[in-house]
């Protein structure tokens, strides 16, 4: 297998520079620049708009050694965003095949502590490596993502050790062109704080931060509006 | 009673019609009204993760463009049919981009629901669901997609759903069953 050359950072986040997924995927890249590769970045919001958009991010695509594709769940699978810029590219390296095939990486993250709301998004993305003609190179998953508050990886000290830990680990057998070991893929998937915990400050202290930006937004009074209910009321 | 049909097809695609056609019929026949909304021609943009429907403008998006009626009909419909091509296991993008859309009518809070943490829910009550994919590669993703189908219903707590793939190698002829057996699960038809 060839030493992969570059490194593509594709982020499905609407967020883009300000996402959680950045930060994750970031923290990656930057370990392989380390050992040598050279990085790309691209946000797939900006490039899906249109034609010369979407032909950038074939090009970007079909050049890179490395793509790690980094992205937020949303409705329990991918943004729309994100999944057109996979139909793209699964139909135009179907219908023109290429002789490179990218090591693809997921980083999937939510603002859910348990793994299993990312399982079905986590298929949908082998899926996709499959049928666009990529190679499988691991997954990370990250729940909790809210408690990153899409600040880099390296200034949240302690509770992110393991996914730093696990991503330094994944560095090491990527650059070589491999795939992740699945150690390296446990261990950066592991939760933040024990599960029990994640649960119950999500449920308590979330409750205050929705309240709080609500607040800042003088938008509190309404927060359990049912604006399209009246008309609906005689229907059941 | 009030049905509508979002229609995620990418493009002209005879066996999604096919099935669209079959459902206006059926539950015509049973006295529905139906609206049937093709996506694709909708300007819908993609939601933006900036939660404004639930900490700026509670229960209404945002962005002021087809999204806001989808939130809308969902709510005031008695049964919301999601059609659609199977794609790497889950959704079009065309029938996502409204899906995503759809966050307002759940609250920011969190609960614990069957033993995981789910965002809690807006209204009393939401329409049955019925969920339809087709599928160019037997089966292969079926399981996927059913799969998909039950973590939405966990969050959208349907009073009956059911999901079902037609495999488009099939006869056209065998959709008007097909959907009549998926009708009869969400309990739309005798």
């Not at chain 2, 919301?80 to 959704?91: A, E």
């Amino acid at each position: 297998m060839n030493q992969p050359e570059t490194v593509l950072l594709l982020n499905g986040s609407p967020k883009c520079e300000k996402s959680n997924s950045r930060q994750i995927g970031k923290f990656l890249v930057d370990r392989l620049e380390e050992k040598g590769l050279k990085s790309k970045e691209a946000f797939i919001v900006r490039l899906v708009k249109n034609s010369q958009g979407s032909e950038k991010l074939l090009r970007l695509v079909n050049t890179a050694g490395i793509i790690v594709f980094t992205t937020p769940l949303y409705v329990d699978s991918l943004p729309s965003f994100t999944i057109k810029a996979m139909e793209v590219i699964r139909d135009r390296r179907v219908a023109e095949p290429q002789v490179e095939s990218p090591l693809l990486v997921a980083v999937i993250n939510c603002g859910f502590p348990e793994k299993e709301h990312m399982e079905i998004a986590l298929k949908i993305i082998k899926n996709f490596s499959e049928e666009a003609n990529l190679r499988w190179g691991g997954a990370i998953i990250v729940g909790m993502g809210m408690a990153l508050n899409g600040e880099p990886l390296s200034e949240k000290k302690g509770m992110t050790r393991n996914l730093t830990k696990g991503l330094s680990l994944a560095a090491v057998a990527l650059a070589e062109g491999q795939p992740i070991p699945s150690e390296a893929e446990k261990l950066a998937s592991k939760s933040f704080l024990p599960l029990f915990l994640e649960k119950t400050m999500l449920r308590a202290f979330g409750k205050r931060t929705w309240n709080n930006q609500a607040k800042a937004n003088r938008a509190k009074p309404d927060m359990y509006a049912r604006p399209y209910e009246s008309l609906n009321e005689t229907q059941y | 009673m009030k049905a509508v049909i979002f229609n995620g097809a990418r493009e002209d695609d005879s066996v999604i019609s096919a099935i669209e056609s079959s459902l206006i019929k059926l539950l015509g026949e049973n006295g529905w009204a139906i609206e049937a909304i093709h996506l694709r021609e909708k300007q819908i943009g993609g939601c933006l993760g900036c939660f404004g429907c639930w900490v700026k403008t509670p229960g209404v998006c945002v962005i002021d463009d087809y999204g806001r009626e989808v939130a809308k009909k969902i709510v005031q419909s008695n049964l919301m049919i999601w059609l659609t091509p199977v794609t790497f296991g889950g959704y079009s993008s065309e029938l996502k981009k409204a899906l995503d859309r759809s966050i307002p009518i759940l609250l920011p809070y969190f609960e614990s629901y069957k033993g995981q943490i789910h965002h809690k829910m807006r209204y009393d009550k939401y329409p049955k669901l019925l969920v339809i994919g087709t599928e160019p590669r037997n089966n292969e993703y079926e399981e996927t997609f059913l799969a998909l189908t039950e973590r939405n219903v966990l969050n959208l707590r349907p009073p009956k759903h059911a999901t079902g793939v037609f495999q488009k190698n099939e006869n056209l002829d065998k959709t008007l069953p097909f959907v009549e057996d998926l009708l009869r699960k969400v309990e739309v038809v005798p």
